[in-house]
């Protein structure tokens, strides 16, 4: 699944992730040919993605993979 939001304007960003299901996903902040972090967060656990190698107009998306998605969480 992918945000249906393109990020951009930041040059940092924090994204926190709780797991609710039992499965394992993976979230991964992504252009097409770039990836800024990725993290796989196990079941019932969370997570915090924190990068800065991006530039203020540069947009990207966040995508989550895994099966029986069941998260929530946010990012600033």
């Known amino acids: 699944m992918?945000?249906?939001?393109?990020f951009t304007g930041k040059t940092s960003?924090?994204?926190k992730v709780n797991n609710r299901s039992k499965?394992?996903?993976e979230i991964t902040?992504?252009?097409l040919?770039?990836?800024y972090a990725s993290t796989k967060v196990s079941g019932k656990?969370?997570?915090?993605?924190?990068?800065?190698n991006i530039?203020?107009?540069t947009e990207f998306y966040i995508v989550f993979e895994g099966k029986d998605q069941d998260f929530d969480?946010?990012?600033k």
Do not use: E, V, W
């Open 45 to 52: 656990k969370s997570a915090t993605i924190q990068f800065s």
């Open 29 to 31: 902040a992504k252009r």
């Open 2 to 6: 992918y945000t249906n939001y393109k």
């Open 73 to 75: 969480g946010y990012i």
């Open 23 to 25: 499965k394992p996903i």
């Open 55 to 57: 530039k203020h107009d």
């Open 13 to 15: 960003y924090t994204i």
């Open 33 to 35: 040919l770039k990836t």
